[in-house]
């Protein structure tokens, strides 16, 4: 169901079209174990259970404890429940995992570490973003992208460290604005700065690559 806006009363609005339509009970409904029936209903129990936050802190909370007989029950509940808070869920534009928001409907990126990297997802896309808005339609800038794309995927196969990422992004930065201030570099020389053997190579950097294929099978000659 298609949200207006990216807010919490915007999702409510939609869950309640998506529960209440005529077709809803194809849509929402829970298996009766042996009878080939189903129910919208989710059996639940709630504890409201007081308790200090840390030992010996003197501080307490009402906890609330759910016991449910379906995933869909316990999913719905956390669901509901940080809708409630204020909450809303987005999927990181970066890497693509879900996360929570609250008070920042503009976010497009997480704030967890990129898997590979010690930089978060919201550094590394904000930075890519931060590119294309300063260089617009420069196909230098969308070599600079390129390169930046590759940088990734290997720093996410360890073929790099995230040290000599930096290094590399702050060479090739450094590239594009000697190409820009007209310099006489010309595009295809620039392109060619930027391929991944020729910027490493400037950087002093060897990209390490894992062995490919099965391993040589050690013959008695061979030993």
Same mark, same amino acid.
């Given at each position: 169901?298609?949200?207006?806006?990216?807010?919490?009363?915007?999702?409510?609005?939609?869950?309640?079209?998506?529960?209440?339509?005529?077709?809803?009970?194809?849509?929402?409904?829970?298996?009766?174990?042996?009878?080939?029936?189903?129910?919208?209903?989710?059996?639940?129990?709630?504890?409201?259970?007081?308790?200090?936050?840390?030992?010996? @802190?003197?501080?307490?909370?009402?906890?609330?404890?759910?016991?449910?007989?379906?995933?869909?029950?316990?999913?719905?509940?956390?669901?509901?429940?940080?809708? @409630?808070?204020?909450?809303?869920?987005?999927?990181?534009?970066?890497?693509?995992?879900?996360?929570?928001?609250?008070?920042?409907?503009?976010?497009?990126?997480?704030?967890?570490?990129?898997?590979?990297?010690?930089?978060?997802?919201?550094?590394?896309?904000?930075?890519?973003?931060?590119?294309?808005?300063?260089?617009?339609?420069?196909?230098?800038?969308?070599?600079?992208?390129?390169?930046?794309?590759?940088?990734?995927?290997?720093?996410?196969?360890?073929?790099?460290?995230?040290?000599?990422?930096?290094?590399?992004?702050?060479?090739?930065?450094?590239?594009?604005?000697?190409?820009?201030?007209?310099?006489?570099?010309?595009?295809?020389?620039?392109?060619?700065?930027?391929?991944?053997?020729?910027?490493?190579?400037?950087?002093?950097?060897?990209?390490?690559?894992?062995?490919?294929?099965?391993?040589?099978?050690?013959?008695?000659?061979?030993?």
């Amino acid at each position: 169901m298609k949200l207006d806006e990216l807010n919490p009363n915007s999702y409510a609005s939609a869950l309640s079209s998506f529960l209440y339509d005529e077709r809803s009970y194809k849509w929402i409904a829970n298996p009766i174990e042996g009878t080939g029936l189903f129910t919208s209903v989710d059996e639940m129990r709630v504890r409201h259970v007081p308790r200090e936050t840390q030992p010996g @802190s003197g501080e307490y909370k009402i906890y609330d404890y759910y016991e449910v007989s379906t995933l869909q029950g316990f999913l719905k509940t956390d669901f509901y429940g940080a809708l @409630s808070a204020g909450f809303i869920i987005r999927q990181c534009e970066y890497c693509g995992r879900y996360f929570l928001l609250k008070n920042a409907r503009h976010t497009k990126y997480c704030d967890r570490r990129f898997p590979g990297s010690n930089a978060t997802c919201a550094t590394l896309g904000y930075r890519m973003r931060g590119v294309k808005e300063a260089a617009g339609d420069d196909p230098r800038a969308a070599s600079l992208r390129r390169l930046l794309m590759r940088l990734d995927k290997d720093l996410t196969k360890k073929a790099i460290t995230y040290a000599e990422m930096e290094r590399v992004i702050a060479k090739a930065k450094d590239l594009y604005h000697d190409a820009a201030i007209g310099s006489g570099v010309s595009f295809e020389d620039f392109e060619e700065q930027l391929q991944s053997e020729n910027i490493y190579a400037l950087c002093g950097i060897e990209r390490r690559s894992k062995p490919r294929g099965r391993p040589k099978k050690v013959t008695p000659d061979d030993e």
